[in-house]
């Protein structure tokens, strides 16, 4: 699996729309070839079809897709948006972290969400997540989580 490694992560990405904000965090994995192209455009259209359902925390989206999207491997990008989106949950609006889900398989899908939860789980990961400034600071608040 591959979970927020440095080639998966970019902070402050302009974005205008919620689409730029899950197309933006789709192109890391499809850099490094863990999803297909279509993976990405499948969870835009998942977004029009069913509305902001993976906004599942204040300023946390979680696109993802079905693994037959194209889904090549296990893994999880990161986009910090430079500026906040609406991404039309009333809960949990303005969106800052747009964490890009692939998964094969549910057991993947499950796996892949409890690092996140953990990850997300303390408030004060989330105002790390915020003030982050390379990649190592990153890698210290994901260490103190698996511990």
């Known amino acids: 699996m591959k979970f927020l490694e440095e080639n998966l992560v970019a902070l402050d990405l302009p974005a ?7 197309r933006a965090a789709g192109a890391l994995l499809v850099a490094e070839n863990l999803i297909e192209p279509r993976y990405v455009d499948a969870m835009v259209e998942s977004y029009k079809k069913n509305g902001p359902y993976f906004v599942l925390a204040p300023q946390i989206a979680m696109p993802h897709a079905r693994p037959e999207d194209g889904v090549k ?4 990008s990161l986009v910090r948006l430079k500026n906040s989106l609406e991404f039309g949950s009333e809960a949990n609006d303005p ?11 549910s057991e993947e899908h499950l796996l892949v969400m409890k690092k996140i939860v953990a ?8 105002e790390k997540l915020k003030a982050l400034s390379t990649y190592e600071e ?7 989580n698996e511990q």
Do not use: C, D, H, M
């Open 16 to 22: 205008a729309t919620p689409e730029e904000g899950i």
């Open 73 to 76: 491997e296990a893994s999880v």
């Open 95 to 105: 969106v800052r972290f747009v964490f890009a889900l692939g998964a094969s398989s």
């Open 119 to 126: 990850l997300l789980s303390k408030a004060e990961n989330i």
């Open 138 to 144: 990153l890698q210290q608040i994901i260490g103190r």
